[in-house]
Nanobody, 127 residues
């Protein structure tokens, strides 16, 4: 039903910035919460950030404590695209980053909240 394709990963020096993009197919993109997760070698996949569907009342973004103040998630429903702007990058941010689409009226901070996943894009931060 939904296909997700990430892009924008690469190699950057500590303190630098990158912007990731996730292009989604699907007629009902605007009603799903959209999230970013990451997985470093030998570690579990972890939540990074999420943005709420259109028409949400109240809080519309959610961030892991480790990235709060450095990363910004946004969405363009007209383009069926979600973005992750990453600033002040640290070596510990190195991971494969995955885009995910959830369910209408579902949660947004756990991997089990999401039904659809992209293939991932590599982000490497050098020290």
């Amino acid at each position: 039903q939904v296909q997700l394709v990430e892009s924008g990963g690469g190699l950057v020096q500590a303190g630098g910035s990158l912007t990731l993009s996730c292009a989604a197919s699907g007629r009902t993109f605007s009603i799903y919460p959209m999230g970013w997760f990451r997985q470093a070698p030998g570690k579990e996949r972890e939540f990074v950030a999420a943005v709420a569907p259109i028409s949400t009342i109240g809080r519309t973004t959610n961030y892991a404590d480790s990235v709060k103040g450095r990363f910004t998630i946004s969405r363009d429903n007209g383009k069926n695209t979600v973005y992750l702007q990453m600033n002040s990058l640290k070596p510990e941010d190195t991971a494969v980053y995955y885009c995910a689409a959830g369910r209408q009226f579902g949660g947004w901070s756990r991997s089990t909240d999401y039904n659809y996943w992209g293939q991932g894009t590599q982000v490497t931060v050098s020290s």
